[in-house]
């Protein structure tokens, strides 16, 4: 397809050529004319009439998401159409999680922005604990992946290209674990994540931190974190200071705060569910019912928005109620919901879609002009950036329609990504396995647990009793395998879960199997699992393990990988030594295994009554109940 632009287009057309190849055009002077023109009045308007285009846009980012529909609408051999559209959030955009150990490379990054300005989203917050440039601070992000000032000019110059505008998201309180692990910066720390308040130190390491992440962005905004922070001045605070309401230091030390950045310049959000938790009854836990007291809103500094999040909740009424609570403060909260890549091989769909809908719509209703999306990376992050681009899609299309037209979103999906809508859901089948309710509202993770799980210890065992997982992830093998197209750029992300389905098809019941001819002393099929089942594991966790390292290092940074490679190891060694204790007791060079001996137990005990198979965040606790480390004191 050939196109020639006239008009207004000039200071696009550097931006512009970058899509030539990812969507299949080439500008010359004898295409399609297409007239650009720039307004005032807030929106787009694209139209196509006579065999000419016609785009007619305010912001930059709003040109991009033209372009991409009239392209569309030109690919599907449409005659003519008109199409106005108009945003209903001043800023919408991802939050990008690069503190769990996958931090993008920005090849992979400048991908993604390019994405992001075909769907319309004008903000993207980069979410950075550590993994940033501090030159007064040489172990923060040591060995991390951290970015250097450098780079992140460079991400915000490409940004801007497209109309986007990058924000720092830091932490000033707690969340900094990977940080004040150091021996060297012990004299900043009151717990293992929380920074000590009241201390001189600490404040000239905030101003430091903050002028080093917003000096490399355009934008004046800036997160300044403070969520979760229920341990903040118990640890060495207390044993120096004694005992002080956690209300009246985080209040004095958000006062600080900002007294840093507004002498920086700059417009600051922050995290509110530290503030629902003080107001609660339980002081840990809120809910709907939660009724903020006037000593919380009078003594909480009115220069900074507040950003409730929630990721969970289907319910429209509840975000409604959430955020007209948040009112109170005297001025309307950012909202940042999530789609849930986090803590699983899988993309919860189920959840995400249905949670986000909701969410959004209160978020219409109520006036919040500030959205967000985020894509957490918890625990070492298994999984990845793209795999959210279905849900990323879904806020950009509410983000331009008062209601959310399905059928519209299923067309701009395939054509921002390459990837129909049916492909990005069968990332959800991962998860969503026999014994789970549809929908997944417990965000169980079985792709994740039945992977790293002991064969010999079986810790999530009880949990899959009596389940055909193995015809379920076989056919789920075969569907991935139906829908990919090599021709895709995005092809290679689904090589991963193809793998995983080829793994868990045997391994996902084989400890169940084991325990049971191990109970019946039935000989043949302990043989047959040893001699067959298990060695057949081990070569497919390694084909597995082949293709989520090349998936890592075109999308990522190399530090972190280092972590699930171990994982992997680990993985191939226990079956290692599965072979080998099996083999024993066929051979009677023991008498007895003992680690099958055992009766086996729920891992999570109320699974009896979810919606699911039980769940667990954290690698460790999946693949032992021993030791892995020793937890000393917060502090």
Known sequence: MNITFTGEFSPLIKSVEEYQKELGFTISKDGIPITVEQQDEIGLDVSLEAG???????????????????????????????????????????????????????????????????????????????????????????????YSQEELKDL???????????????????????????????????????????????????????????????????????????????????????????????????GRVLDITEKQGLEVMMWSDMFLKLASTTGDQYSAETEIPDYIIENTPKNVQLMYWRYNETNKDHYTEILRKHKAFGR??????????????????????????????????????????????????????????????????????????????????KFCTGIDEETYLLLNELDDTPGVESGNK???????????????????????????????YERLEDKIKEKRNPDHALDYIFEVPEKLSAVLALKAGVGVKLKQAYDNQDIEELKNITGVELPEIAKRVEALRHAHRNQWFKMNKPFGWEVIDIRYGGLLSRIDTAIHRVSDF?????????????????????????????????????????????????Y
Not at 89 to 96: E, I, L, T
Not at 615 to 633: D, E, G, K, M, T
Request: glycine share 6%; proline share 3%.
């Open 156 to 254: 915000d110059d490409y940004a801007d290209q497209y109309g986007i505008e990058l924000i720092p998201c830091i932490q000033t309180l707690a969340h900094l674990e990977e940080f004040l692990k150091w021996s060297a910066v012990s004299h900043y720390k009151d717990t293992r994540g929380a920074l000590l308040l009241e201390s001189e130190k600490t404040y000239t390491f905030i101003e430091n931190m903050i002028a080093s992440a917003s000096a490399p962005f355009r934008s004046n905004r800036i997160h300044i974190g403070m969520d979760e922070a229920e341990e903040v001045g118990r640890g060495i605070y207390l044993n120096k200071n004694g005992y002080k309401p956690r209300f009246e230091l985080m209040s004095e030390h958000l």
């Open 442 to 472: 417990d965000q169980t993770n079985p792709s994740k647990f039945l992977l790293w799980q002991d064969i010999l210890l079986g810790l999530f065992d009880k949990h899959i009793e009596g389940l055909d997982l193995k015809t379920h």
């Open 332 to 413: 309307t909260p950012a909202f940042a919901g999530g789609i849930w890549v986090w803590n699983t091989f899988a993309t919860n769909y189920g959840l995400s879609l249905n949670a986000s809908d909701a969410a959004l719509a209160a978020c219409k209703e109520e006036g919040v002009q500030d959205v967000f999306v985020t894509l957490w990376g918890d625990d070492g992050y298994e999984n990845n950036f793209y795999s959210a681009l279905l849900g990323l899609q879904m806020y950009a299309e509410h983000a331009y329609s008062k209601e959310l037209n399905k059928d519209k979103l299923r067309d701009r999906v």
């Open 52 to 146: 000419e285009g016609k785009i007619i846009y305010s912001e930059k980012v709003h040109f991009f998401r033209a372009f991409g529909l009239l392209l569309e609408h030109l690919q599907k051999k449409k005659a003519s159409f008109h199409l106005k559209e108009e945003p209903q959030f001043s800023s919408v955009g991802p939050m990008f999680d690069l503190s769990r150990n996958a931090v993008m490379n920005i090849d992979s990054f400048k991908g993604i922005i390019r994405k992001l300005a075909l769907m319309g989203f004008n903000s993207t917050m980069l979410y950075m604990e550590d993994t940033f440039e501090m030159k007064s601070e040489p172990y923060f992000g040591y060995m991390r992946g951290r």
């Open 586 to 634: 066929i051979e009677q060079r023991v008498k007895s295994i003992e680690e099958l001996e055992q009766k086996r137990l729920y891992f999570t005990q109320d699974t009896a009554e979810s919606t699911g198979l039980g769940w667990c965040s954290y690698y460790y606790r999946i693949a032992s109940p021993n030791v892995f480390f020793h937890v000393l004191p917060i």
